[in-house]
């Protein structure tokens, strides 16, 4: 059953693997970045751009940075660095096979054009690994997922996910005992920065049922940046300044994190300073 084999890899260190290593031989932290849909998949649509356009950008400055200024300490993956598609199981098993030891996945939100809110709705989410607590995040991880629809042999690649099982409770329970509490504490450090940096209102710190949080065996967060069917937030969104703001702010998160967690996982000290 895929669910096994994912619990399988969640709770079980990758046989054989390696950590990446730098020419003198330190090792590094991997940090992988996932912008989310692409290709065939715009994700949400807005009245001048989309989705897929607007995380490539971000994630592609976060890279920047990060290879600017942390170059000694962090290497970093991207699951897609063109306007392509690539399946959830795709984007977890680039960030497993890679031995990563962060999952940031990213996203910008929306809402039906049925909902009042849909103009005036704005702010910053960051989700980790969880059940539903409420219809609107179950609304929020079944759009993300929907990536899924895209894949032709979808039935049979995630007949086993069902996060509102119960199997998928006992899952969700034994996968977040290992890495919730350092996922929780990335997401918090987003949504903070994205609020202080970025100029995004702060709509929380939640959990649901991502698959590409489920499946990857790393501290894993999705961020929705904010809404783009807000005409405001998508200006925001759209624009060189916005994109430069949000990535400041999820590398800023991601330096807070690394001097926590990278000197015990790298063997020595590490100094990442914020912008």
Not at 125 to 148: D, F, I, S
Request: hydrophobic residues 40%; contains cysteine.
């Amino acid at each position: 059953m895929l669910a096994a084999v994912v619990l399988t890899g969640v709770l079980l260190p990758l046989s054989g693997a390696s950590k990446n290593v730098d020419s003198s031989g330190e090792e590094k932290f991997t940090l992988c970045l996932d912008p989310g849909h692409g290709g065939k998949d715009f994700g949400c649509i807005g009245a001048k751009t989309n989705e897929k356009t607007i995380v490539l950008r971000v994630a592609s400055k976060v890279r920047k940075l990060v290879e600017k200024h942390l170059a000694d300490y962090v290497n970093v993956v991207m699951t897609r660095d063109k306007d392509c598609f690539v399946t959830l199981q795709g984007r977890a098993d680039i960030a497993n096979k890679s031995h990563s030891d962060l999952f940031v996945s990213i996203h910008v939100n929306s809402v039906a054009k049925s909902n009042k809110r849909r103009k005036t709705i704005a702010g910053c989410q960051v989700y980790t690994l969880g059940l539903h607590k409420t219809a609107e995040n179950l609304a929020v991880a079944k759009r993300e997922n929907a990536a899924m629809d895209f894949e032709p042999d979808n039935k049979e690649s995630y007949a086993d996910f069902d996060p509102d099982s119960l199997e998928g409770d006992i899952l969700f329970e034994l996968t977040q005992s290992r890495r919730m509490d350092q996922s929780i504490e990335l997401a918090d450090a987003i949504h903070h920065n994205l609020s202080s940096t970025a100029s995004r209102q702060q709509m929380g710190v939640r959990q649901a049922g991502f698959w590409v949080l489920w499946a990857t065996s790393m501290p894993a967060v999705l961020v929705e940046l904010d809404f783009i069917c807000n005409p405001d937030s998508e200006n925001f969104l759209a624009s060189e300044k916005g994109c430069d703001q949000m990535a400041k702010a999820i590398y800023n998160a991601f330096s807070s994190y690394l001097n926590t967690y990278g000197p015990s996982l790298l063997g020595r000290e590490v100094k990442a300073r914020t912008l």
